[in-house]
C-alpha cells in the first residue's frame, strides 16, 4: 500500500503545479524506483523505447494525419453539407445534422477533440444564426465528438489494446455498435429538448440537389466501409488501416477535390507530427510507470482490494466504472488508459468478463470524462470554439451527458448489447 501511495502522490504532485503528464509519469517511476532502491538510468531508457517501438501504435500517426488531410481537403465539409441537405429542413434539423456528422467524422478521424473543433467551427456559427442557442448548439457538439473514440478508427481504442494486449482489431469492431447508440441516444435528446424551440430551418433542399451533396460526399463515404469492411475480412490490419486511410484521404484530397496544395500540405504534416508526438511521448513514459507498477507489485494490491467482488462481475464494474468516472474528470483520456489499464486487467480477467468488452465500457467511460470540468479537454475545445463559458455549456450540455451515462448504465447492465454484434462481426 505505501508504494501506492508513493506513486500516486509522485504523479499528482507535479501535475498540480503545471508539469506535463508525461513528464510527471517519469517522476512518479522514479520516486517509486528510489523508494525500492532500484534507481537505474538503463531501465527508465530502454523503457522509454521499449514502450513507444510497438508495430501498433504505428496506426496512430496515420490515422492523426488521416483526420488532418480530412479537414484541410474539404472530406468534413461534405460530409456537413450532406446532412444539411437531407435533414437541414426539418424541425432542430441543424442538431441532427450535427449529430449525423459526428457519427460520421468519427468514423474518419478517431480524435474525439479534432472532432469537436472540426464539426463545431462550422456547425455552430449556422446552429447561431437560425436561432439555437449557443451553449445548447456547443454542448451538443462537444457531446457528439465523444463519440469518436468509441467507433473505428478510435485512437482511444488503439491505447487500450497496446496495453492491454487486447485485438485492436475486435476492439474496433465491438465499437461501431456502441458508437451508433451513443449518436442514437443524442437524437433521442435532442427531439426531446429542441421540440418546442422555435428556430428558423433551412430551406428544403430538392431532390437534384441533394443528390449533388450525395454524389459530391461518396468518397468520404467510402472510406469508413474501407476500414471496417477490410477489418471484417481480414485484407488488413489496423496498423495497415490507417496506411489505407491516410492515402485515402489525400488522394480524395489532392486528386478528387483538389481542395489541399503542397504547401497546406506541409502545414498538415507538421501539424499531425506535433500531436503524435504529444501522444507518443506519453505511451513511452507509461511504459516506465506500468513496469514500476509490476515491480511494486500495485496491480496485485488492487486485484486484492477488489477481489471481495470477483463473485459478482456486475458490482465489479459498477465499482470500477465510478472511480473512473472520477478519476476520468481529473485527468485526460490518454493518461488514465495508460495507467489504470495494467492496473485494471488482471482484476478483469480473475472475474472472467470479456476484456474486449470491458475495454468498450472503460473507453465510453472516459470519453464522458472528457466533457466534465476541470480537465474535460472536449468541453475546453467546445467552449474556445462556441466563443462561450464552461459553465454555460456545461449547462447546455447536461441533458445529452445525461443520455450518455444512461446509455452506459444500460451497457453494463447488457453486455450482449455489445458481446452479441461483436461475435457475429467476428
Not at 22 to 30: H, Q
Not at 202 to 225: D, G, I
Not at 301 to 308: A, E, K, P, R
Amino acid at each position: 500500500m505505501t508504494e501506492l501511495l508513493i506513486f500516486v502522490a509522485a504523479l499528482l504532485v507535479p501535475i498540480a503545479f503545471g508539469i506535463s503528464i508525461a513528464i510527471a509519469l517519469i517522476i512518479a517511476s522514479v520516486a517509486l524506483m528510489l523508494h525500492l532502491d532500484m534507481f537505474s538510468t538503463q531501465v527508465i531508457a530502454e523503457n522509454l523505447v521499449s514502450g513507444a517501438n510497438n508495430f501498433s501504435l504505428m496506426a496512430i500517426p496515420f490515422f492523426i494525419l488521416a483526420g488532418e488531410l480530412m479537414n484541410a481537403g474539404g472530406i468534413t465539409r461534405r460530409i456537413i453539407d450532406l446532412g444539411l441537405a437531407l435533414v437541414g429542413h426539418k424541425r432542430g434539423g441543424m442538431g441532427y445534422v450535427s449529430i449525423i456528422a459526428a457519427i460520421l467524422f468519427a468514423s474518419l478521424s478517431g480524435s474525439a477533440v479534432a472532432d469537436t473543433v472540426a464539426l463545431g467551427a462550422v456547425l455552430i456559427p449556422l446552429m447561431i444564426k437560425a436561432g439555437y442557442d449557443r451553449n445548447r448548439a456547443t454542448g451538443l457538439i462537444a457531446s457528439g465528438g465523444i463519440i469518436a473514440g468509441v467507433i473505428p478508427p478510435s485512437i482511444p481504442l488503439i491505447l487500450f489494446g497496446v496495453t492491454s494486449g487486447v485485438s485492436i482489431s475486435k476492439l474496433f469492431l465491438a465499437g461501431i455498435v456502441p458508437g451508433m447508440l451513443m449518436g442514437l441516444a443524442l437524437i433521442l435528446t435532442w427531439w426531446i429538448v429542441s421540440h418546442r424551440d422555435e428556430q428558423t430551418p433551412l430551406p428544403k433542399q430538392n431532390t437534384s440537389e441533394v443528390l449533388r451533396a450525395l454524389r459530391s460526399s461518396v468518397w468520404a463515404l467510402l472510406l469508413p466501409v474501407i476500414i471496417v469492411g477490410g477489418l471484417r475480412f481480414g485484407i488488413f490490419t489496423p496498423t495497415e488501416a490507417g496506411v489505407v486511410a491516410a492515402f485515402y484521404a489525400l488522394l480524395v484530397s489532392v486528386v478528387i477535390y483538389r481542395e489541399l496544395t503542397f504547401a497546406q500540405l506541409f502545414e498538415v504534416f507538421k501539424s499531425s507530427a506535433r500531436l503524435t508526438s504529444v501522444i507518443m511521448l506519453l505511451v513511452a513514459a507509461s511504459s516506465i510507470s506500468a513496469w514500476m507498477m509490476t515491480m511494486a507489485d500495485i496491480p496485485m494490491m488492487v486485484s486484492d482490494m477488489l477481489s471481495g467482488f470477483a463473485d459478482s462481475p456486475l458490482l465489479l464494474l459498477l465499482l470500477i466504472n465510478a472511480i473512473v468516472l472520477i478519476i476520468g474528470m481529473t485527468m485526460d483520456l490518454a493518461p488514465v488508459i495508460l495507467i489504470l489499464t495494467p492496473v485494471l486487467m488482471p482484476v478483469i480477467t480473475e472475474a472472467g468478463i470479456d476484456p474486449v468488452y470491458f475495454g468498450i465500457i472503460f473507453i465510453i467511460n472516459l470519453g464522458i470524462g472528457l466533457l466534465t470540468p476541470p480537465v474535460g479537454t472536449v468541453l475546453a475545445a467546445a467552449t474556445s470554439v462556441g466563443q462561450t463559458t464552461m459553465g454555460g455549456v456545461v449547462r447546455g450540455m447536461s441533458p445529452f451527458l445525461i443520455a450518455q451515462l444512461l446509455l452506459l448504465f444500460l451497457l453494463l447492465l447488457f453486455p450482449q448489447i455489445v458481446l452479441v454484434p461483436l461475435h457475429w462481426m467476428s
